[in-house]
């Protein structure tokens, strides 16, 4: 297994927004814990997040790109509507064999991709399955909105998951939705039901809408409701849980749902100040941060749990893996990686170039045909 995450350079403080709009640090420490989030530049789109942290993950399992067998990215603010990003990714990797599709489940979406993955193993289909979390909601998010500007931040995570008979890994899962509440959390336009147009636009109906309130009630409840489902699906109690692992949309949720499950709040690991809510990335970035200080540890057990847009919700219950790569294997694995994304650009730099060179040898000879 291996884990990697991505965040844009640009950080946006609290101070910053309150330049934008009106609003202050103070409120939003308050209601929210999140003091900076980071966002993307212009032209940085969500699969350069997807992909800086896709190659941290192959990086640290010391994987080669062409044994993934499939790839997953859970999404709600792909590069297009189509091609999926996880297509992107799968180029840029030269993860040759691999099938690719994206996953939109709000921010459940990467703990839905999680429990996708894990069954495709699970059923013997595939052996290697790349799951990344990746949003961007600096882009969809309206500026001007100081309900919803102040919560959202851009970043990507990933794990490589990969078939073992040890006894590790994925041992629970759980998916839920209940789309009644489609419209306390949505993005109302650019859709088939409401098709792109200046009037959409116009009313600002590309950007995130949110009834916050009800969907702070909702998360409060289940994010517990999930984590002890999910416990008792696998066999275990919460007293077993080492750590838990939630969304991170605001802290107050957090410390809420700690309360319900009487736990400790330094049994959840919590980053939401560092980088706001992420959607999709948030789970698998603040998985990464406690894998990579040393908090989780070898044979230790975790939560990931998540809840968001749909409305839907979702947790597994994961006991954490030993193996470490061997050094001097790594090292000239990662030459031959290096090597491949580099062949990747080339070729896709190659393709797309005589493509464009075939259609525009085929615009002059129909206009030669019309001319003669
Ligand atoms: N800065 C300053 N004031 C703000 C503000 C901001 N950024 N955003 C809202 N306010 C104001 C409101 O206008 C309101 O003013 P009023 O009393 O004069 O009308 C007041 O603050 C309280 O607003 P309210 O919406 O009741 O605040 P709240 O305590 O519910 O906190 C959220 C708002 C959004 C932080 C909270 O509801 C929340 O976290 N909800 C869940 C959101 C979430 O997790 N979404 C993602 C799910 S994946």
């Not at 996708?116 to 882009?139: F, K, N, P, Q």
């Not at 517990?224 to 999910?230: K, L, Q, S």
């Not at 007293?239 to 692992?245: H, L, M, R, T």
């Not at 990686?337 to 259609?359: D, F």
Request: with cysteine; charged share 20%; net charge negative.
């Amino acid at each position: 297994m291996g884990w990697g995450k991505c965040v844009p350079e640009k950080v946006l403080t609290n101070d910053d927004l309150a330049a934008m709009v009106d609003t202050s640090d103070e409120w939003i420490v308050e209601r929210t814990g999140i003091r900076q989030r980071h966002v993307v530049g212009e032209g940085q789109a969500t699969t350069a997040l997807a992909l800086g942290a896709a190659r941290e993950a192959l990086e640290r399992a010391d994987a080669d790109p062409r044994e993934v067998e499939l790839i997953i990215v859970a999404t709600l603010t792909p590069d297009h509507p189509m091609p999926a990003t996880a297509c992107q990714v799968q180029n840029a990797l030269g993860a040759t064999r691999a099938g690719a599709f994206d996953l939109n489940a709000g921010c459940s979406g990467f703990v839905y991709a999680l429990a996708m993955g894990e069954a495709a193993i699970a059923a013997g289909t595939y052996r290697t399955v790349l799951v990344i979390g990746a949003d961007t909601m600096s882009t969809v998010v309206d500026w001007q909105d100081r309900s919803t500007a102040v919560l959202f931040g851009d970043g990507a995570g990933a794990v490589l998951l990969q078939a073992t008979l040890e006894e590790h890994g994925v041992l629970a899962t759980l998916l839920g939705s209940d789309g009644a509440g489609d419209e306390l959390l949505m993005i109302p336009a650019g859709g088939s039901a409401q098709r792109a147009s200046h009037d959409t636009v116009a009313a600002g109906l590309h950007h995130v809408q949110m009834n916050g309130r009800q969907v702070y009630r909702f998360a409060a409840r289940m994010l517990p409701e999930a984590t002890e489902v999910v416990v008792r699906d696998a066999g275990l109690t919460l007293d077993a849980v080492d750590w838990i692992i939630p969304h991170q949309a605001n802290a107050r949720i957090i410390e809420a749902a700690a309360q319900r499950l009487q736990l400790p709040l330094e049994r959840f690991v919590i980053n939401v100040d560092a980088y706001g809510n992420t959607s999709a990335a948030s789970v698998p970035i603040a998985l990464c941060e406690a894998a990579d200080d040393g908090r989780i540890q070898p044979g230790q057990h975790l939560v990931l749990v998540g809840f968001g847009a749909g409305l839907t919700w979702a947790a597994a219950v994961l006991r954490w893996p030993t193996a470490a790569p061997e050094a001097q294997r790594a090292a000239l694995h990662r030459i031959w990686r290096a090597w491949l994304y580099r062949w990747a650009a080339l070729r896709t730099g190659l393709w797309r170039g005589l493509s464009r060179l075939t259609i525009w040898l085929g615009r002059l000879k129909q206009r030669g045909r019309r001319g003669g």
